[in-house]
């Protein structure tokens, strides 16, 4: 019998008052559904049943007999109620002692029958059932938290298995309601649980084999789903129109001529990939990546350059104001003899006409409604930095913008420091096509790195002092100091500044002033220091990075607002101070502001406790960014790694991302799908779910 619907809210549901609803929506439960897919990530094995006379000693067991006695006493000694009771069955007697859970004794009255699972442990007066499970027998002898395997949920403070199991019991018959959305023949071929058999078998399986094939089904719909997700994106976006850009042999090779260093192989394969791209009727989604320093601007260069040539405007995109002017100057000295107007668009600065073929600017540029009349190519540089929502919107409107216009959809090259593992680039990047830049220039060496103790302080200033005697310059990088708020895995970008709270902005200006005062009058009153950080207006932004690249300052003290991207060649030593406040990929990019050009360089890590922590071990250890991704994704995860925690991925598909074979699998299955029938006509629950899963996940 089916009391609750799938959408009966759970305030529908017996004795749930505020507090406990409050504690529900925290585990983003609001309705039966939510309840019904909130699952145990474990079990408690309590199928060992046994008669009271074969108990031993340390076994986890379950016995059921009557209450011959119960009571409650506290004990001085260990501060704290006991609930002891003598339970009998038809072999014998056991004592069972609870801790702390004086309430116990209303429910569980003398003469009644009750199942126990917990550990027989041995006491000071003898062998006892220690705080066991309990739950009293009806006539039919079922149980929920005893015998058997008991699911063990997510919790939250006052809320526990106990309780959930409880109400997902009572609400275990709504399944009947469910459809099942996967199409019955990949059920068949990969030996699926149907969609109410596995909610069964994930809440209360009668072996863990079951529930394994429970977990199973429900990973491999979560992945179905995700990539339906993106190879929908993939395939709708190759039936738009883009713009061709026809490869213009000679003008790529004036360009590459024209450059002062050699291109590495790995650089012209990259960019061969996307100028074949660009060819193409229909739009480049392709996403560069290579390590910190492996020179992924040139190549960006060189496809605006094809682009604005071919009369077509080009956006191109950078996560920091200071970044974006940057691109501008560089830009324009690498095509400083290709007359093309070149604009510069950020929050605080418009610099373009009716002529400008390349735009450069900050998210501002596509907010700010600028005309494009035909905008063929879309560049966003350390995509990663945006933020996966952004990175959205973004997109969208790129798009959006040229369907307003005409028909042509902009061809888009992301291009990111971050290591896409295979999986990846098959489940959430599976829309995209990667060029990898895995080598660096020739002329690099490598960055030497340490962990300078603090009696160590004094030499690693003269060491600087030295080094800028020698022509070169310095980075000196301070995190936020109050101790009691934690920098956040990815810092403050300029555009994210609103949504901070200005109490951390200015502890972390606090920092950099205090440690401006310490160097410039203490340390090196004999060099010229300048500082940076987001409050500083862009222009006088502007003018310290101008003065830090024409060498007219030595050091240059920044927070991170300087992380990524920041090309100063001459730069060749880096002071990270605090640097156990800042995740891996963070230290890595720091890092990567030196050694951009011939010169050894280095990185120096002070940490705040003087301890070297894992993390800076590893900075240590390794010099490129892929072997310290692995790191990272050890210490922390895939998931926080990749920024997908608040992503809307589901769990099982999260914690299955490692897993390349099962990914490639339904993959395919998802693939062959779309080639019987891509409007998903015949199946509409499936289409359904897919709708609803689209709005709970927010990847690019
Ligand atoms: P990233 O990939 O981190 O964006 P950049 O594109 O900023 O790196 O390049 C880093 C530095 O290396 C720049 O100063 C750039 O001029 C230089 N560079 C790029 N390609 C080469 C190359 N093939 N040989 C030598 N230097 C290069
Ligand atoms: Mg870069």
Redesign the pocket.
């Known amino acids: 019998m089916v009391k609750y619907t799938l959408d009966t809210p759970i305030t529908k549901l017996p004795r749930i008052n505020e507090k406990y609803l409050k504690k529900l929506n925290k585990l983003g439960i609001n309705n039966v559904r939510d309840l019904l897919f909130h699952f145990p990530h474990r079990y408690n094995d309590f199928s060992n049943i046994k008669n009271i006379n074969q108990l031993k000693v340390g076994e986890i067991v379950t016995i059921q007999g009557k209450i011959l006695k119960i009571n409650n006493h506290y004990t001085f000694k260990r501060r704290m109620t006991l609930t002891e009771a003598s339970i009998q069955d038809k072999t014998g007697n056991v004592r069972v002692i609870w801790f702390n859970q004086p309430f116990l004794i209303k429910n569980l009255k003398e003469g009644k029958l009750i199942s126990l699972s917990g550990k027989y442990a041995m006491g000071p007066k003898g062998p006892y059932l220690s705080n066991p499970n309990y739950e009293l027998l009806n006539l039919y002898k079922t149980t929920t938290h005893t015998a058997g395997l008991v699911p063990i949920y997510p919790e939250t403070m006052g809320l526990h298995s106990r309780f959930l199991r409880y109400y997902i019991k009572l609400i275990l018959p709504s399944i009947v309601l469910l459809k099942e959305f996967l199409p019955t023949d990949i059920l068949k071929k990969h030996n699926l649980q149907n969609i109410q058999t596995a909610l069964r078998n994930i809440h209360f399986p009668t072996n863990l084999k079951l529930a394994d094939e429970a977990k199973k089904r429900f990973t491999f719909e979560e992945l179905f789903l995700l990539q339906l997700f993106v190879l929908k994106q993939k395939i709708r976006l190759q039936r738009e129109n883009a713009f061709k850009i026809i490869f213009d042999k000679n003008l790529i090779q004036k360009f590459v001529k024209n450059?002062?260093?050699?291109?590495?192989d790995a650089?012209r394969k990259s960019l061969w990939e996307i100028i074949q791209d660009m060819e193409k009727s229909k739009p480049m989604n392709r996403l560069l990546q290579?390590?910190?320093?492996?020179?992924?601007?040139?190549?960006a260069a060189a496809a605006a350059l094809e682009t604005a040539k071919e009369g077509f405007q080009v956006a191109f995109l950078a996560p920091t104001e200071i970044l974006a002017q940057q691109h501008f100057k560089?830009i324009k000295n690498l095509l400083k003899d290709f007359d093309i107007e070149i604009g510069l668009l950020t929050g605080s600065s418009k610099k373009i006409n009716k002529k400008t073929k390349i735009i450069i600017g900050t998210h501002a540029l596509l907010q700010k409604s600028v005309k494009f009349d035909n905008l063929a190519l879309v560049i966003i540089?350390e995509q990663h930095r945006f933020g996966v929502e952004q990175r959205a919107t973004l997109l969208r409107e790129s798009t959006q913008i040229k369907t307003q216009i005409n028909t042509k959809i902009p061809h888009l090259l992301s291009?990111t420091?971050t290591p896409i593992p295979r999986t990846l680039a098959l489940t959430v990047y599976g829309d995209l096509d990667v060029s990898l830049?895995n080598e660096m220039?020739?002329?690099?060496q490598k960055i030497i790195t340490k962990i300078v103790p603090p009696n160590e302080r004094k030499q690693a200033y003269e060491f600087i002092k030295r080094e800028i005697k020698t022509g070169r310059q310095a980075f000196v990088i301070c995190p936020r100091i109050e101790s009691s708020i934690q920098p956040p895995e990815s810092p403050l970008l300029e555009g994210q500044l609103k949504i901070s709270t200005s109490k951390l902005l200015w502890a972390e200006v606090k920092a950099v002033k205090q440690e401006y005062e310490k160097l410039s009058k203490e340390i090196f009153p004999d060099l010229k220091i300048a500082m940076i950080h987001g409050k500083i207006k862009a222009k006088e932004k502007d003018k310290i990075m101008s003065d830090f690249r024409n060498k007219k300052t030595d050091i240059l003290l920044s927070t991170s607002v300087i992380e990524v991207?920041i090309?100063i060649?001459n730069a060749t030593v880096i002071i990270i101070e605090g640097a156990d406040r800042f995740g891996l990929a963070q230290l890595h990019q720091f890092r990567?502001r030196v050694g951009?050009?011939k010169h050894q360089s280095y990185c120096l890590l002070f940490s705040t406790s003087g301890e070297a922590t894992a993390r800076l071990r590893a900075m240590q250890k390794y010099d490129n960014g892929f072997d310290l991704a692995e790191k990272d994704m050890e210490i922390r995860g895939p998931g926080q790694f990749y920024g997908l925690a608040q992503s809307g991925m589901p769990d099982l598909a999260m914690a299955s991302l490692n897993n390349l074979e099962l990914i490639k699998t339904v993959r395919h299955e998802a693939l062959e799908l779309f080639k019987k029938d891509f409007h998903l006509k015949s199946y509409p629950f499936l289409l359904e779910k897919l709708n609803k899963f689209k709005q709970s996940i927010h990847l690019e």
């Not at 450059?259 to 590495?264: A, K």
């Not at 290579?290 to 190549?299: A, H, L, Q």
Request: proline share 9%.
């Open positions: 450059l002062p260093f050699r291109l590495t650089q290579g390590d910190v320093g492996s020179g992924k601007t040139v190549v560089q540089d291009m420091a830049i220039p020739k002329n690099r991207g090309d060649p990567g951009r050009d």
